[in-house]
């Protein structure tokens, strides 16, 4: 038997990470066992689908580089396979026509909770006769066997059993026709011949219902794993307030594909104690029957280390074109600074995401408007004055601009003048970057240029010559 998966999304907006993480489930599935990963977009909820929602999943899958062997199908152009099934069910009396008005089923429900009874369906219908009521369009249910039980033997989370009689009698098809999700799924899954669902556990008590319909249509059923859901750090299902949420969202924010990958490989799945993961290991490594049935809690910070891990690896060039489309959202002309690949080379060891090496690098690019008040305050007083105008003349003397020319007319100053290094690296770190922060000293000053160099110190000479004025004429 071939295996064969799918992943069948509903077109209502992103993909979320936790979508993500069970296509990726799917997907390694097929791989690791040489089967097809079958993409299907379930969007028979016309009113809340789009085009664009299936741009953005097609987009991330992508992205990710969770490819698919087959599809996408589209169930809104399977109309037909639904009715015939619906009509074989029909035929064969396991699905019947149900005439109950809305006014009906709420009385039902009504008395049903007035005397503590599960509100359901009670299959008034399965055994109507008589011309049915005129003027009224029924829907069509299907007929849940009586008795007994359906036994789910989970994967993830072993033999699960639901008695019959707390499943009523399901709406496969609406008064206008449509069929509704948990039917469409079941004939998908049929004809598709999916031999493993791997899906979220809110699928859960679909499963019964849709094992008795895929017994009435004679299929042998597929293999069922249901994946524990993804928490937010505080317990609760993870949502927008706890930040990113969808793939494009993380993709904006400058992770890597293969570190979010890596990530959701590894929430609620390890082989042993190791981290990361290439897609080929993924592949030869995962097993379903090895994903935690506790829920996973998403940890930013982890992730976070897991894609520095990747921008340290990854080769140059592409950080470099990623730094560059983060640069220009960030309305700098990269053309005006040091070339991107010798930003990286200096920022890749300093950058959690591509955003946070883009934040860093902006004075490589543009002067800064301001300096850090608490940084000027500290490290740009009077008496910083001379020393920095005198480590100014020396570097435009500088006939080689390197790292190494650098270190050395900077360390050279302050032997001649006695200082100690930090005292003259910080002054003139703030001078170059407006802040007390940036890579080594000879990097910064290299990244920069020399003729920006220069007039950024002279621009911190003007504000230190500025504060002493003020000093000088505060009353004593």
Request: net charge negative; proline share 5%; glycine share 8%.
């Amino acid at each position: 038997m071939k295996i064969r998966t799918r992943f069948a999304p509903s077109p209502t907006g992103y993909l979320h990470v936790g979508g993500a993480r069970t296509a990726l489930f799917s997907w390694l599935h097929a791989c690791r066992h040489g089967g097809d990963f079958v993409l299907r977009i379930e969007d028979t909820d016309r009113e809340r689908s789009s085009d664009a929602s299936v741009q953005a999943i097609l987009d991330s899958l992508r992205w990710l580089g969770i490819d698919w062997d087959e599809g996408p199908y589209f169930q809104t152009d399977r109309m037909a396979h639904y009715r015939e099934q619906i009509d074989r069910l029909l035929a064969q009396g396991d699905a019947y026509h149900c005439y109950c008005s809305r006014e009906e089923l709420d009385a039902m429900r009504a008395e049903q909770r007035a005397r503590g009874a599960k509100p359901r369906y009670d299959g008034r219908c399965r055994t109507r006769e008589g011309a049915p009521p005129a003027g009224r369009t029924p829907v069509v249910r299907f007929k849940n066997p009586i008795g007994g039980d359906v036994v789910v033997d989970d994967i993830v989370h072993g033999p699960m059993r639901f008695a019959n009689d707390e499943l009523d009698d399901l709406v496969i098809a609406r008064a206008d026709g449509t069929p509704t999700y948990n039917f469409t799924v079941v004939v998908d899954d049929l004809e598709m011949r999916i031999t493993h669902v791997i899906r979220g556990d809110d699928h859960i008590n679909n499963t019964p219902r849709q094992l008795n319909m895929l017994t009435a249509l004679g299929a042998t059923p597929p293999i069922y794993a249901h994946v524990p859901m993804i928490l937010g750090p505080d317990g609760q299902r993870l949502s927008k307030r706890h930040g990113a949420v969808s793939v494009t969202q993380f993709r904006d924010e400058g992770f890597l594909p293969e570190a979010l990958l890596n990530y959701l490989a590894r929430l609620g799945w390890s082989h042993g104690d190791q981290e990361i993961f290439s897609r080929e290991e993924l592949c030869a490594l995962f097993d379903v029957t090895d994903v935690n049935r506790a829920a996973s809690v998403f940890d930013m910070d982890k992730l976070a280390w897991i894609n520095q891990h990747y921008i340290k690896q990854a080769d140059a060039s592409r950080v470099a074109s990623l730094l560059g489309e983060h640069l220009t959202r960030r309305g700098v002309a990269i053309g005006s600074g040091p070339k991107l690949e010798d930003t990286v080379a200096v920022m890749r060891e300093r950058a959690k995401t591509i955003a946070e090496m883009a934040d860093k690098s902006l004075f490589c690019y543009r002067d800064p408007e301001v300096f850090d008040e608490q940084a000027a305050r500290k490290h740009l007083r009077p008496v910083v004055a001379g020393p920095l105008a005198a480590l100014r003349e020396r570097l435009s003397q500088l006939d080689e601009w390197s790292p190494e020319a650098l270190h050395d007319a900077v360390t050279g100053s302050t032997e001649a003048l006695g200082m100690k290094l930090g005292k003259l690296a910080q002054p003139l770190r703030v001078a170059i970057t407006g802040s007390a922060a940036s890579p080594g000293i000879e990097q910064t000053l290299w990244l920069v240029g020399q003729a920006r160099t220069l007039a950024r110190i002279d621009k911190a000479l003007a504000f230190v010559a500025t504060r002493a004025e003020d000093i000088s004429g505060s009353p004593q």
